[in-house]
C-alpha cells in the first residue's frame, strides 16, 4: 500500500529525533497513513509534555489493531472501544482508542483507530479540533505552561480545562456525543 509521508513532515519541527523515527517506523509498520491532529499541529504542543493525537483510518481495523498491539507492545486491555454519535444525527461512529506512555523518552500517543467508512466525519472532526481561534491555543499555552513548567496546575486539572473550553467552543458535542469503554 502507499501512503504519503507528508502529514510526518509537517510536524516534524516539534518533534524530538527518537519521536520522529519511532513515528516513521510505526507508520512504516502498520503500512498505513497516520493522521495527526491536536495541539501537535498547532502552537500550544510542548515537546516532551504535550500528548501526540493520532487517527488511522483503515479498510482492515483488527489488522491494524493487532500491528498496533505487536509495534507498541502492549496488551489487548489497552485498547478501548469508542462509540461517538454524529451531532445533529442518531448515526453512530464506531473506533478504538490507545494511549501510549513511553515515559522513558517522554513520548506520548493518543491513538484512535477508524473504519474507513468514517472517513468523512472523522476528517471533518480532526478539522475542528486542530484549527481553533487564537484565543483558545493562547488560553492552552498558559494552562500548559502552570501545568508542565510551573506545575502548580495538576495533570488532571489540566485535562479538564482543556476539556471545558474545547467542549465550550464547540458547544456541547464533545460531551454529548464520545463514549469510551474498555473492551
Known sequence: ?????????????????????????LQRYIDTEL?????????????????????????????????????????????????????NSQNLIYGYKINYDDLANNLYLEIIIYDEQYKSYVMENIEKTTNLPI?????????????????ILPLDALKYCKNAILNSYLKGSLSKNLITVKI
Open 135 to 151: 484565543y483558545i491555543s493562547i488560553i492552552y499555552i498558559i494552562l500548559k505552561f502552570l501545568s508542565y513548567n510551573l506545575m
Open 1 to 25: 500500500m502507499y501512503f504519503s509521508m507528508e502529514n510526518i513532515e509537517l510536524i516534524k519541527k516539534n518533534l524530538t529525533d527518537y519521536d520522529y523515527q519511532f513515528l516513521t517506523n
Open 35 to 87: 493522521i495527526f491532529f491536536g495541539s501537535i499541529k498547532r502552537c500550544d504542543f510542548f515537546i516532551g509534555k504535550s500528548d501526540i493525537d493520532i487517527a488511522i483510518i483503515t479498510d482492515n481495523v483488527e489488522s491494524v489493531k493487532k500491528k498496533l498491539q505487536n509495534y507498541l507492545n502492549i496488551g489487548k486491555s489497552k485498547i478501548k472501544k469508542s462509540i461517538q454519535r454524529i451531532q
